[in-house]
């Protein structure tokens, strides 16, 4: 079983920045794949970046590739995503979810989620 907080939104005008942290409590942390998924207002959850348990594999979707940087530290339980040169379609609800298996860019394939952190990104 695994806890997620998610802390570090709020707004931010376009061309900014923003870190996301993710706290997890529970033992086995870095067995876990790490993600980072957002909702928009109407739109559907999309997958924006992911992390293995050792963090030598990285995935981002298309749209926040060159921008976002998705790390973890084992050490503490955490996992963050720096966000910068945001864009006002970056706007969301960020998620960090965890999964036991290898990578997904699938929402209903991860097992556990936090809370969410609102991110708006001001034109």
């Known amino acids: 079983q695994v806890q997620l907080v998610e802390s570090g939104g709020g707004l931010v005008q376009a061309g900014g920045s923003l870190r996301l942290s993710c706290a997890a409590s529970?033992?086995?942390?870095?067995?876990?794949?790490m993600g980072w998924l957002r909702q928009a207002p109407g739109k559907e959850r999309e997958f924006v970046a992911a992390i293995s348990g050792s963090g030598g594999s990285r995935y981002y979707a298309d749209s926040v590739k060159g921008r976002f940087t998705i790390s973890r530290e084992n050490a503490k339980k955490t996992v963050y995503l720096q966000m910068n040169n945001l864009k006002p379609e970056d706007t969301a609800v960020y998620y960090c979810s965890a999964r036991s298996n290898w990578y997904s860019d699938l929402s209903s394939e991860y097992d556990y989620w936090g809370q969410g952190t609102q991110v708006t990104v001001s034109s």
């Open positions: 529970g033992r086995t942390f870095s067995s876990y794949f």
